[in-house]
């Protein structure tokens, strides 16, 4: 069965610089990925697509890259603020529908 | 443009009890999903409509869940009876079509089953 998996321990990252969260699934290959931020008692906002045949995409200062060989999307913000602390979850698209990650916790530091 | 909103909010009941959430998509949207979220795990289709037809509704426990979305536009999803394994979060999101990748989530019922 499909199964995707994100870093289930949240991430802790000093203010200023880069955080990296990671998404590798197994058991297909998606046509696109998604990335979405979902704060406490709110739902997923969404971020950013890519597609299998796109190798990067990028939105201000947010990066995601799509390696369909290792089956790993990376998402990257860079100059990171304390606004940015939220929890961050990929999807993939399955028959016109989306199989969720479980989410990684971000907390920016000031 | 307004989003997606949902209601209630919160709700407490008691197991065996029954509990309606409702759903109004974006304006325009033809695809509507609920979705059930425990805590600690992403979000998980419960069934998806395209306008008023049911595209999916596999992962739906339908001994106990039921939804309908008359007219194409809002949607009900129902619990009767409800077990303390259905306390999650119910997001109800939707599309503009259902090959129309973004999906616009409401803010979520959270619903406590005692």
């Known amino acids: 069965s499909q199964k995707i998996e994100q870093n289930s321990e949240a991430l802790n990252i000093q203010e200023g610089k880069t955080a990296t969260l990671t998404c590798n699934y197994t058991n297909y290959s998606p046509a696109y990925l998604q990335w979405y931020r979902q704060d406490p008692g709110r739902g997923p906002v969404f971020l950013l697509l890519i597609r299998e045949n796109e190798k990067e995409k990028r939105k201000e200062r947010l990066k995601v890259t799509f390696d369909t060989t290792l089956k790993q999307s990376l998402f990257h913000i860079t100059a990171s603020q304390p606004a940015d602390s939220a929890t961050y979850l990929c999807?993939?698209?399955?028959?016109?529908?989306?199989?969720w990650g479980a989410g990684t916790k971000l907390i920016i530091k000031p | 443009e307004a989003g997606v909103a949902q209601s209630p909010r919160y709700k407490i009941i008691e197991k065996r009890q029954s509990v309606a959430f409702w759903c109004n998509p974006i304006?325009?949207?033809?695809?509507l999903y609920w979705y059930q979220q425990i805590l600690g795990q992403g979000p998980k289709l419960l069934i998806q409509?395209?306008?008023?037809?049911?595209?999916?509704d596999s992962q739906l426990p339908k001994d106990r869940f039921s939804a309908e979305r008359l007219k194409g536009v809002d949607s009900t999803l129902k619990i009767q009876p409800a077990k303390l394994e259905d306390s999650a979060v119910y997001l109800c999101?939707?599309?503009?079509?259902?090959?129309?990748?973004?999906?616009?989530f409401g803010p979520g019922t959270r619903l406590l089953v005692l």
């Open positions: 304006s325009g949207h033809a695809t």
């Open positions: 999807a993939l698209a399955r028959n016109y529908q989306l199989i």
């Open positions: 999101a939707s599309s503009l079509g259902r090959q129309q990748e973004t999906q616009y």
């Open positions: 409509f395209q306008n008023n037809g049911v595209v999916d």
